[in-house]
């Protein structure tokens, strides 16, 4: 039977650890001078070496042989690594959390040692036992018998109770470098003949993300075709990410506010399998270093790019405003996050292509008050598809300035922020209809549909008590469909335009910022 990589891989001395030398400093020092301590906790995210390093610990308080410890090669060593050691324990805490399971390992701590120097508990994913169970294992930890020793091991040590942690020594272990894990799968592929090259590994290590663990597991995804030779293209066509060409199109369309294309893009790729989540989480990367680029010279091996990729990355990035790139990044992030509880994430991406490509239409003038005899300004008065200013009627000496939103985009989706968390369903309202008009006491929204129209009827106390949160008094909404409402929203005007259309209507002077 075939033998995954990160189990034939698995490190059995110190030596063989990546990219802990803080660790393996602290534990061989304490080793050669005898002064171990009775309890470890171990920290750190997945596949970073947690257990394996355990597991280590364990062959050298218990090794046969006098010199660098643990051999690996002697008797115990080996039966360590086989799983048949009698005093070492393995307890996965996910599975055995309960009180009576504590218990039962108070008792057979009173025993000593069957074969070996120690007795050793390895206690994985600690922070799964229950307030009973840490209750009852904590006066044990405390002050355990001089044959025993225990190491923990978590993913969340927030989660553990500040007793316990106070009674442990505490190691971090940190992310691996993609160098490491990239140095370590060429390394690998030579032993099993395979020629990979520099830009695949860098992109295996990449998708690793700091754990040597899944980096294992997804070399072992790809040497599972065949390929003698293993490049870029072949990584991407098995992980299910898709190339820089896609991202860098698809950024471009979207910036352009082509959102039609944008769409008809994504289902292109789509169709060709690829992993909806990967794609939002490489489309954040790009975007990364779109932001990179703007700042940095010479960013290739920041970014892990190949110079072609990188020169047409630099390309984009002057195109690409700070603004976008910030509001795409935020945007994402949220689809991402609603994403991981979806049962089709597909359609939370083509909504956020759709957001993001309206998102950079947000313009804003500037009405500064003139030096001209006071006058009554109503500025519900001005133009329906500029005016989305809020308030009574104001003299021009009463007010400084007056913002205007050129589609009032700005102001809509300012009521969801500190909704969007709590309620992801307000995406299709966000997306479907713009805040027409503000009045005194309604504002009025337009929907693109008659479905959304109904939504927004559903929502209607949401969106009111939402508006009265933001605007500080309660208003009645008005609902129009697009195509029944006798007006026109008009799209996108140019600053200078609106000015100067303000101008000749309010009779003042504009400065515009």
Not at 310 to 322: A, N, P, T
Not at 417 to 435: H, M
Not at 479 to 484: F, G, H, R, V, Y
Request: net charge negative.
């Amino acid at each position: 039977m075939y033998t995954a990589l990160y189990r034939t891989q698995r490190p059995e001395v110190f030596d063989e650890i990546l990219g802990q030398e803080h660790i393996v400093k602290i534990l061989r020092n304490q080793i050669q001078t005898g002064s171990v301590s009775h309890a470890y906790l171990f920290c750190g995210t997945r596949g970073t070496g947690k257990t394996t390093t355990a597991r280590i610990l364990a062959k050298a308080v218990n090794c046969l042989e006098e010199g660098e410890r643990p051999c690996g090669k002697c008797s115990h060593c080996q039966a360590i690594k086989d799983g048949n050691f009698m005093d070492v324990i393995e307890i996965d805490a996910a599975s055995n959390n309960g009180v009576e399971n504590i218990r039962e390992l108070r008792e057979s701590v009173k025993y000593p040692p069957a074969v070996g120097n120690k007795k050793v508990y390895i206690i994985d994913e600690v922070h799964m036992l229950s307030t009973g169970a840490f209750n009852a294992l904590l006066k044990t930890l405390e002050e355990p018998p001089e044959h025993v020793m225990f190491i923990l091991a978590t993913t969340e040590p927030q989660k553990l109770p500040p007793t316990i942690l106070s009674r442990c020594m505490r190691l971090d272990f940190r992310r691996v470098s993609q160098k490491v894990i990239a140095e370590n799968m060429k390394a690998i592929c030579r032993m099993r003949g395979v020629e990979v090259t520099e830009d695949a590994a860098r992109l295996l290590a990449n998708c690793a993300d700091g754990s040597v663990r899944d980096g294992l597991s997804i070399l072992d995804q790809v040497l599972a075709g065949g390929d003698k030779v293993v490049d870029r293209d072949k990584v991407l066509e098995y992980v299910g990410t898709t190339g820089e060409d896609f991202f860098i199109e698809l950024t471009e369309l979207v910036s352009l506010k082509k959102s039609a294309e944008a769409l008809l893009l994504l289902n292109d790729v789509l169709l060709e399998g690829k992993d909806v989540k990967q794609i939002m989480k490489d489309w954040v990367s790009h975007y990364r270093g779109l932001l990179i680029t703007k700042f940095v010279k010479d960013a290739g091996d920041m970014l892990n790019m190949s110079a072609e990729n990188l020169k047409r990355l630099e390309e984009q990035s002057k195109q690409v405003s700070l603004e976008e790139i910030d509001f795409a990044v935020t945007r994402l992030s949220k689809t991402i996050n609603e994403a991981r509880w979806s049962t089709n994430p597909r359609v939370l991406l083509e909504l956020a292509i759709v957001a993001i490509a309206a998102g950079s239409e947000r313009e804003e003038v500037v009405y500064r008050r003139a030096e001209t005899p006071k006058a009554t300004v109503n500025v519900q008065e001005l133009p329906a598809a500029k005016t989305f200013v809020t308030g009574p009627e104001k003299t021009k000496t009463e007010v400084e300035e007056i913002h205007i939103s050129a589609n009032n985009e700005a102001l809509w989706h300012s009521i969801f922020e500190e909704a969007e968390d709590s309620a992801g369903s307000f995406n299709l309202i966000r997306s479907g209809t713009q805040l027409f008009e503000v009045g005194n006491d309604s504002f009025t929204v337009i929907a693109n549909s008659s479905f959304t129209q109904r939504y927004v009827e559903q929502k209607k106390r949401q969106l009111e008590d939402l508006m009265q949160a933001r605007m500080g008094k309660r208003m009645k909404l008005v609902c129009k469909l697009k195509e029944d409402a006798a007006i026109t929203i008009e799209k996108k005007q140019s600053t200078e335009d609106l000015a100067k259309e303000a101008e000749k209507l309010l009779g003042i002077n504009i400065e515009i910022e």
